[in-house]
């Protein structure tokens, strides 16, 4: 069953020399717990496509659908409703608030639900023990290392219990042996039920995917050889 | 944990942007208090010094016929319709009665002294010196109150009539010692009276009880002397009661000058408060664009965004209100009486603080609300652009 549908989205962008075509004519399905790879080079438009599905970025036409809801004829209050509800988002360079410790970043999302200090911060602290955090919860962002800023990111995206996870190249800042680990994680939420979308340039990701799509030049294409 | 909590842990890490911020509103807030302290204790001051140079009020005979003394209006005292001295524990009944600080009665009466007319007044010298706090008395130690059998000169009454303290008169057939001549008062009726116990002159003159008029300091500097005048006029029937115009005029003319200086020095600095904040409010959300953005994609709505902000602007506003306040007031009771030289001890005002409060969160809100708004409206992607 498809959860998200992509029709015919386009994106374009007003540069110096007239428009801009980031995306053309996009069409995809994704389905209930795929753990899907976006790949292709860089300005290919794989990031703008992620920030459209995930709800940040409305196309410029076509439409998105997720859980049968059109996002983009949402308005902006009930689109981050939307996405407070559908979505957790994991970000390139981790994007922590510096001035939280890794436990308030985590509940950060559940800081405007009415849930009670000791619902959240026990949400968090189960969520910051599954990604193998448990016990620097109270050390600031600048206190963990690389890998670790980005298992609370993972800890912050998923607390909520999102349907689905974007992420923005996880493992792109880490060393291969973080960054292993860090896609088992991935794989082991996926495994929990949780759809996943991950742009990646790096081929051997693939092998933690359930499925990989090309894009170049802004249009969808077939995963070339010598990628 | 809650929007408030980001908002005390983003001013706990941003200590010299919060410390800036509070600083403008700290010292804002502390130079109104101490200019709105010390400008009221300057009015109080000027208007106890106002009143100290006479009275306010006069108790006069109601009839149509007049003459001039000392600058006010009175009967002739040949056509006069007397009052009496029933009428002076009278005045103490009406509602503002704590306002009448001096009450002076005077009987005048015209006589001959050494072959000329003179204007003779019979007063209750202890009042009298009350009222006439400026007057220099030539031959009378300080406190010093004359005697039943003792009179006091004005300058011009003594200098043309060649007497001088110690001499002896005699004023409608009884000898009575010059206890002190008056120094020039610039007042053509005092400098050229004869003044003398009340109640000698009305025995002299054959009227008991009888008094001309009444002189009263009405020592309030916020009461309403309209109000009082009313009320003497209601208590008592067939008077004439005034309240001298000119000295009042010439009161509110000096605490209006003072009221405008402070309302306008105290404009200059809230509207530079304003700005400090805005400024460093719309600089600080410039700072936070990206962290913007992430609250954004993670789902916070525009008004939690507003919350925010505006939660670290009215926090901080609170704080230096409540800074300010302290600051302001103790400047003012430690050194504001001595720094405007006036005689009026300035104390602790904790009704104060409510008003400081109010106006620094309002200043606080209303100067940061156009960069709250302006981070509500940022736009998640263009905040997160390497998305």
Known sequence: ?227 | MRLTNIVVQNLRRRKMRSSLLMLSVIIGVASIIFLYTTTQAMQEDVANKLDQFGSNILVLPDTEQSLTFGGITVEAPTQIKELDMSLIPLMQTIKNKETLATIAPKLLANTKLKGREILLLGVDFPQEFQLKKWWKVDGLEKNQIPSADQVILGSDIASSLGLIPLQTVTILGQDFKIAGVIQPTGSTENDQAVFMDLAVLQKLTNRPNAISLIETAALCYTCPIEEVTQQLSDKLPGTKVTALMSSLESRDDTVNRFNLFARSVSLILLIASSLVITITMKSSVEERTREIGIFRAIGFRKRHIIIIILGEAGFLSLLGGLLGYILGMSMAVSSGSELMKAQVHISWQPNLLIYALSASLIIGLTASLYPALKAARLDPTESLRYL
């Open chain 1, 1 to 227: 069953m498809s959860l998200i549908k992509v029709c015919a989205v386009s994106k374009s962008y007003e540069g110096g020399d007239g428009a801009v075509e980031a995306l053309t004519n996009i069409n995809l399905e994704i389905r209930e717990g795929e753990f899907l790879a976006l790949m292709g080079p860089s300005g290919s438009g794989k990031s703008t496509l992620l920030s459209i599905l995930g709800g940040l970025n409305p196309p410029t036409s076509g439409k998105l659908i997720i859980d049968d809801i059109d996002v983009y004829a949402l308005n902006s209050e009930r689109l981050a409703d939307f996405r407070h509800e559908y979505v957790g988002f994991v970000f390139q360079q981790y994007q922590l608030i510096p001035y939280l410790t890794a436990l308030e970043n985590v509940m950060l999302p559940l800081s405007i639900t009415s849930r009670s200090g000791k619902e959240q911060r026990d949400m968090a602290q189960t969520v910051l023990a599954k990604v193998g955090l448990g016990t620097k919860s109270l050390r600031l962002p600048n206190q963990l290392s690389g890998g670790e800023q980005n298992r609370v990111a993972i800890a912050r995206a998923i607390v909520n219990r999102p349907a689905i996870i974007f992420a923005d190249e996880p493992t792109g800042s880490l060393d291969s042996k973080t960054a292993k680990e860090l896609l088992e994680l991935f794989q082991a939420l996926n495994q929990d039920g949780l759809t996943i979308i991950m742009v990646t340039h790096n081929q051997e990701n693939l092998a933690w995917v359930t499925r990989a799509i090309y894009i170049r030049d802004g249009f969808l294409s077939q995963i070339p050889q010598e990628f």
